[in-house]
């Protein structure tokens, strides 16, 4: 019981100390090194350290999907998770630009990334809830699973009531942005083209479900990388601080 004391402690410090610069690293070397000590009972460590180290380890990683979202332009620059123009808006873009609304498409564009920017920080929160429900079946189905098997974990656990805080922070990001003097200048623009139609949508939940789309792809692109990106590791510490246990 001491030697797997002194275990989980240096476990906890090496998570620690990976997580400033290389929490990719550490969660995913800590992902392997825990996936060898699924073993019988008496063999490795024991059911409650694997649970508490594989916590430890995802709140790392979680946190940096967080960060990487919610930074200025962690949507609007990535290409990846960039909320684009509602498709009504993109039928006529052209025509929007040719007669001198560029500079509103734009402002709409960026707005509605803002907003999504602003409220992702308010993921951290419930992923550490969900952390910290996580039971020994669900950590040895995530050690086990496929490479997204910790974002499906947690979008099966967080998807709701992530949008409906979502929702609400959305709104408010958008009128503190602009996005709704936006709209509704483009709205009325689209109106009077010939053929125009109306928006005529939800503006909140359109902008709710790309922010969360984009967190958790986010979140699945980290995990990925950090269980088979081999130069993402810093696997010389990692080993060093797991052998020295054994």
Request: proline letters at 4%.
């Amino acid at each position: 019981m001491i030697r797997k004391a002194l275990l989980i402690g240096v476990c906890v410090s090496a998570v620690l100390v990976v997580s400033h610069g290389t929490a990719r690293a550490g969660w995913g070397q800590f992902l392997d090194q825990l996936k060898d000590q699924l073993q019988p009972a008496g063999q490795g460590l024991d059911q409650g350290e694997i649970v508490a180290g594989l916590k430890e380890a995802l709140k790392v990683g979680t946190a940096n999907a967080v960060q990487l979202t919610s930074k200025l332009n962690g949507y609007y620059k990535n290409p990846q998770i960039r909320i684009p123009l509602p498709e009504r808006v993109k039928k006529v873009e052209k025509v929007l630009r040719t007669i001198g609304l560029g500079d509103q498409v734009n402002a709409f564009e960026l707005s509605m990334n803002r907003a999504a920017e602003k409220a992702a920080p308010e993921a951290k929160p419930l992923f550490v809830k969900a952390i910290s429900q996580m039971s020994f079946a669900d950590a040895r189905q995530i050690l086990k699973g496929r490479s997204d098997a910790a974002t499906l974990y947690f979008k099966g656990k967080t998807y709701q009531p992530l949008e409906e805080r979502f929702k609400p922070l959305v709104h408010a990001a958008m009128a503190e942005v602009g996005i709704t003097h936006s709209y509704q200048k483009l709205d009325a623009a689209i109106r009077n083209l010939p053929l125009g139609d109306t928006m005529g949508f939800n503006l909140d939940q359109y902008v709710t479900a790309k922010a969360l789309d984009g967190l958790f792809l986010v979140l699945s692109q980290e995990e990925a990388k950090i269980r088979h990106d081999p130069a993402a590791r810093v696997t010389d510490l990692l080993k060093k601080v797991f052998g020295s246990a054994q």
